[in-house]
């Protein structure tokens, strides 16, 4: 018994020894150089830190940092879309003059003013370069169809978006493809869809008859002057509902059918084409000798019918 007590007092003072023993070392190797170097950093980062950006110079206004829109590379612009696209892109954005290559979130920003043109299908990419240099790739819409309407012409790509009328002049008609017959007005601002399923069949045909705008190769080859919209039935029709006619230069009309993909028993594109074709190259065109005729072209066999005068279309 005695001898436990005994063991017991010596562990009490050892450890009544052990401790200051401990804090001493912890407090020596706290006041270290080193150590209090240290922690002198870590002070003065957790109260500086936050006042970093406002006491280190801005160098984003010199001029070294900076590039005007002369240095802002974009993708050239196709025929048909108005050389003026960088320059309605700053104002309309409102966007300075000079650009500031370290302006946050420039590239962002850049892109986002671009996608807002209506000439401007996509924002593919914009690269800020070391060499004060914006390289911005873009993807522009294109016309496929001019729709004729009770208030003038309106040009459309081939999704049927709107396009700016006052980048055309009256002569722009006649070499595009046409549709007549829409009793409807754009719904929306240009770069808006137009918003009626007759003119979103219309452009799908129009871009299928003449792709990636070459007129040439089906469109003036054939004698084409319109597409014929038909009156809907009802008042939100879909694609299938829909069966369009083109009217040739002489007068003919062609049944042509309903717009790419609405109906997978008509014969395709391609296959409509090649028997117009070979109309033409069997009596020389669409219209003559006997025409102008009533062509359909939606089934099997090729329907020739000549048009007596009074059904006869006038186009111009």
């Not at 892109?89 to 209506?118: C, D, I, M, N, Y």
């Not at 240009?190 to 007129?215: F, L, N, Q, Y």
């Not at 002489?250 to 117009?276: F, H, M, N, T, Y």
């Amino acid at each position: 018994m005695s001898a436990r007590k005994s063991d017991s007092t010596d562990r009490s003072k050892s450890a009544g020894r052990t401790a200051p023993a401990v804090a001493l070392s912890v407090r020596r190797g706290i006041f270290q150089p080193a150590t209090l170097w240290w922690l002198a950093c870590a002070l003065l980062a957790v109260v500086f830190l936050p006042y970093l950006p406002w006491m280190t110079p801005d160098l984003s206004s010199r001029p070294e940092y900076q590039v005007d829109w002369t240095s802002v590379a974009v993708t050239p612009a196709p025929r048909g879309v108005p050389d003026r696209v960088v320059e309605e892109v700053r104002t309309h954005a409102q966007l300075p003059e000079h650009l500031s290559l370290l302006q946050p979130g420039l590239a962002k920003k850049l892109a986002q003013a671009f996608e807002a043109h209506p000439w401007i299908e996509r924002v593919n990419r914009v690269e800020v370069k070391r060499q004060r240099r914006i390289e911005v790739d873009l993807t522009y819409r294109r016309v496929a169809l001019v729709v004729e309407t009770s208030r003038g012409f309106y040009p459309v790509d081939a999704a049927s978006v709107l396009l700016p009328p006052t980048d055309f002049a009256p002569e722009d008609v006649h070499r595009l493809p046409v549709c007549r017959n829409v009793k409807t007005l754009p719904q929306g601002a240009a770069g808006e869809k137009w918003g009626d399923t007759v003119v979103e069949c219309a452009a799908r045909i129009a871009d299928s008859i003449a792709p990636a705008g070459d007129i040439d190769r089906n469109w003036k080859r054939l004698g084409f002057a319109a597409i014929l919209a038909p009156v809907p039935k009802v008042a939100d029709p879909l694609p299938e509902d829909l069966s369009f006619d083109i009217a040739t230069r002489g007068g003919s009309i062609i049944r042509w059918g309903r717009a790419p993909g609405a109906d997978a028993l008509e014969p395709s594109v391609d296959q409509k084409l090649e028997r117009l074709g070979q109309l033409v190259q069997n009596q020389g065109s669409l219209d003559a000798p006997g025409g102008p005729f009533k062509i359909d072209i939606r089934y099997d066999v090729v329907s020739l019918q000549a048009l007596d005068d009074a059904r006869r279309v006038i186009v111009r």
